[in-house]
């Protein structure tokens, strides 16, 4: 069998940049910040960090694109903040966490060093497949990590 590389998994290295930022957990706290889902019932403003696209020769001349997913809900189910238009909101949050992403450099991660660069966004979409009374507010944002290899792990679960 030839061995395989474990390459780094970007989404993990910026929720936990944010999550470890003390300006962002003020408005955002770690809990809330995810590479998965966004719940079922939402009262606060919820991030999620997913790839958008990964581009490179090989595992250690990587370049993923990350895209930060701020939500919003809208009032009257927003509680927190307990002012302010949701929409601004949500926009506010995605230009913090961009801003957060791009004066990053020379981060560990697990097996890696990354600096980020802020590419696109904060937009401003509304989304409403939850039903037109539960809108909630959408701003995404996009980063490019340049990540460096210090290690090659091998997948902990194969043979």
């Known amino acids: 069998m030839t061995e395989k590389t474990r390459i780094p ?8 940049r944010l999550r ?3 300006d962002f957990a003020a408005v955002v706290p770690a809990e809330f910040i995810s590479t998965r889902d966004v719940p079922e019932k939402l009262t606060r403003p919820f991030v999620t960090c997913r790839s ?3 581009t ?4 250690m001349l990587r370049k993923p694109m990350v895209q930060i997913d701020v939500w919003v ?4 189910t927003l509680e927190w903040p307990p002012s302010g238009d949701p929409e601004e909101i949500a926009w506010d949050i995605g230009g913090l966490a961009g801003e957060i992403i791009d004066r990053s450099s ?3 991660f697990r097996n890696c ?9 904060p937009m401003n979409l509304i989304d409403k497949t939850r039903g037109q009374d539960l809108p909630l507010y959408r701003a995404p944002v996009r980063v490019e990590l340049t990540m460096r290899m210090d290690t090659a792990p091998k997948f902990a679960w194969m043979p």
């Open 9 to 16: 998994f970007a989404p993990a290295a910026v929720r936990d």
């Open 20 to 22: 470890t930022d003390d």
């Open 52 to 54: 958008a696209t990964t």
């Open 56 to 59: 490179g020769r090989d595992a």
């Open 73 to 76: 809900p809208g009032r009257p």
């Open 106 to 108: 020379n981060i560990a």
């Open 113 to 121: 060093g990354w600096a980020g660069n802020w590419v696109d966004g």
